[in-house]
């Protein structure tokens, strides 16, 4: 199975930054077809703050944040980092590491998160 474990979250005021990284425990059979990062705040859904294609190398990033974070892989775990510059207020959330991917060739392709890791921007 996947297992992976965020951390680098905290409190940060207004304007500072922060890198979350993902530590990932998989068989060497794994197959990861994208990796990423998505959020989720209290009364609201999840939702997708970066990703990256490993196939293709694409990324893609959501408005609310382009710009300001920067999505990069990580080789040696198969995850991705996210660094965070010009934090805000409303990026205040749990942020989950994901991984999309299969076990093995015949295996059915699909979605693996961490437990999450609470970011705050407050001063």
């Known amino acids: 199975q996947v297992q992976l474990v965020e951390s680098g979250g905290g409190l940060v005021q207004p304007g500072g930054s922060l890198r979350l990284s993902c530590a990932a425990t998989m068989s060497s059979s794994f197959i990861i077809y994208a990796t990423g990062w998505y959020r989720q705040a209290p009364g609201k859904r999840r939702e997708l703050v970066a990703s990256i294609e490993t196939t293709t190398g694409t990324i893609d990033y959501s408005d609310s944040v382009n710009g300001r974070f920067t999505i990069s892989r990580d080789n040696a775990e198969g995850t991705a980092t996210l660094q965070m510059s010009s934090l805000k207020p409303e990026d205040t959330a749990n942020y989950y590491c994901?991984?999309?991917?299969?076990?093995?060739?015949?295996?059915?392709?699909?979605?693996?998160w961490g437990q999450g890791t609470q970011v705050t921007v407050s001063s």
């Open positions: 994901n991984v999309n991917g299969k076990v093995a060739v015949l295996s059915p392709r699909r979605d693996y």
